[in-house]
T-cell receptor, first 112, second 110 residues
Framework: GQQVMQIPQYQHVQEGEDFTTYCNSSTTLSNIQWYKQRPGGHPVFLIQ?????EVKKQKRLTFQFGEAKKNSSLHITATQTTDVGTYFCAGDTSNSGYALNFGKGTSLLVTP | DGGITQSPKYLFRKEGQNVTLSCEQN?????MYWYRQDPGQGLRLIYY???????QKGDIAEGYSVSREKKESFPLTVTSAQKNPTAFYLC?????????FGSGTQLSVL
């Protein structure tokens, strides 16, 4: 079945450093979504990418969808302690989105 | 205040016992989902329902059961057949392609 692989599993950075997490799918995705889960919290939707090669920005966060629609990345510029949490990508092979396949997530720790 | 409400926040199960996790939404969403989260793991799909009175098994449905008698409610029962039930359970509903999650239930075995 479809698998979404996400790396790295953990990342520890100093505040102000950049951070990137990567997702790769074994099959072509119709869209990919990113979620953030704060410690002790629940996943919260960040963004959705649909088009091949799409790039979207949210303040310090930059999201990319690969040309082949099989990979994606989330890059955070100049991390802050508020960025702490686990970032999940979730891939969908159909536009119905009835069942997203989540990556295992990247846990980000930011120390001041 | 609209959203998804899961209860209880913490739940303990004894050996051989069935327990039911509640999930209620007032977002008027048709589709609802149950995911299981284990430490260091992603979210694994247990069951989903796209419409009232209909539901499908996800990747790890064994040992679980659900019902969808009302649009607003999608309870999950963890049966005694689930031998490793300790996990964080997340309920979600879908708007378009976006999932909205409840705050989760932590289930532990006594």
């Amino acid at each position: 079945g479809q698998q979404v692989m996400q790396i790295p599993q953990y990342q520890h950075v100093q505040e102000g450093e950049d951070f990137t997490t990567y997702c790769n799918s074994s099959t072509t995705l119709s869209n990919i979504q990113w979620y953030k889960q704060r410690p002790g919290g629940h996943p919260v939707f960040l963004i959705q990418l649909v088009k091949s090669g799409e790039v979207k920005k949210q303040k310090r966060l930059t999201f990319q969808f690969g040309e082949a629609k099989k990979n994606s990345s989330l890059h955070i510029t100049a991390t802050q302690t508020t960025d702490v949490g686990t970032y999940f990508c979730a891939g969908d092979t159909s536009n119905s989105g009835y069942a997203l396949n989540f990556g295992k997530g990247t846990s980000l720790l930011v120390t001041p | 205040d609209g959203g998804i409400t899961q209860s209880p926040k913490y739940l303990f199960r004894k050996e051989g016992q069935n327990v039911t996790l509640s999930c209620e939404q007032n977002l008027n969403h048709d589709a609802m989902y149950w995911y299981r989260q284990d430490p260091g793991q992603g979210l694994r799909l247990i069951y989903y329902s796209q419409i009232v009175n209909d539901f499908q098994k996800g990747d790890i449905a064994e040992g679980y059961s659900v019902s969808r008698e009302k649009k607003e409610s999608f309870p999950l029962t963890v049966t005694s057949a689930q031998k490793n039930p300790t996990a964080f359970y997340l309920c979600a509903s879908k708007d378009g392609l976006k999932l909205f999650f409840g705050s989760g239930t932590q289930l532990s075995v006594l």
